[in-house]
């Protein structure tokens, strides 16, 4: 069957991200796209994972439990674990990895994690802005650990990407590499070459969402469709 799937979306929680953007709201609006399987992947944290399971398995979507990741060469990753319970373990030692420097909501925006009502339920304190004292290559080995998901995020972006920031794309071992704009000229050797939304309002949901036929609508047979090398 084919699904269309938008793996790279932020909620309100994102100091990027819109208020309007809880994880109810981005159900909604993904159901009205068609899109069957959604992203949450927000700034170094996966507290809005929870009410965001709730939300997509009200509207029969599939759930993708993932976290942006800023390493310390300040390189943007995707990554996805396939349970709720992984994800949440992943996004608090990625969390315990920010300097401590507190968010300033007024200059960069809230950071709330709320329930599947969409009621506040706190607030993260260190800024999600921040990068993690973590590399690229062990973020990429912790992931595998997890048999994770590991993204290189808008990798043809001039900030935030691979390229910007050590100007090339390694050749690891990823899942697949996400671009803004296909095709692309950056060499991928013979990773999928996937775009995503990356939505932080949601008029901007689906824009870069993608088609794929899967054996079934799951994350392994996402990962399996994925990591198939071309
Ligand atoms: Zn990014
Ligand atoms: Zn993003």
Redesign the pocket.
């Known amino acids: 069957m084919i699904h269309r799937i938008d793996m ?1 979306n ?1 909620s309100c929680l994102s100091p990027c991200g819109s208020l309007e953007m809880s994880p109810a709201a981005m159900a909604e609006q993904a159901k009205i796209l068609g899109i069957s399987m959604l992203g949450l ?1 927000d700034h170094n944290t996966t507290r809005n994972l929870g009410a965001f399971d709730e939300c997509c398995r009200q509207q029969d979507i599939l759930p993708l439990y993932g976290i ?1 990741v800023t390493t310390r060469e300040e390189i ?1 990753v995707t990554c996805f674990f396939e349970t709720l319970d992984i994800a949440c373990a992943f996004g608090t030692f990625i969390e315990s990895l920010l300097p401590d420097i507190p968010n300033n909501p007024v200059r960069l925006g809230d950071q709330v994690y709320v329930n599947a009502q969409d009621e506040i339920l706190g607030e993260v304190e260190k800024s999600l802005y921040s990068a993690c004292e973590i590399t690229f290559e062990q973020l990429l080995s912790e992931v595998q650990g997890y048999n994770g998901l590991f993204i290189p ?1 808008h990798i043809d972006r001039s900030a935030f990407s691979v390229t910007s920031q050590i100007g090339f794309l390694p050749d690891l071992p990823y899942s697949a590499v996400e671009v803004v704009r296909l095709p692309t000229r950056i060499k991928t050797y013979h990773n999928r070459v996937i775009t995503n939304s ?1 939505a932080h309002y949601l008029q901007h949901m689906g824009t870069r969402s993608w088609e794929a036929e899967l054996s079934q609508r799951s994350f392994q047979a996402l990962k399996q469709f994925l990591e198939q090398r071309l």
């Open positions: 790279h932020h992947t942006e943007h995020a990356d």
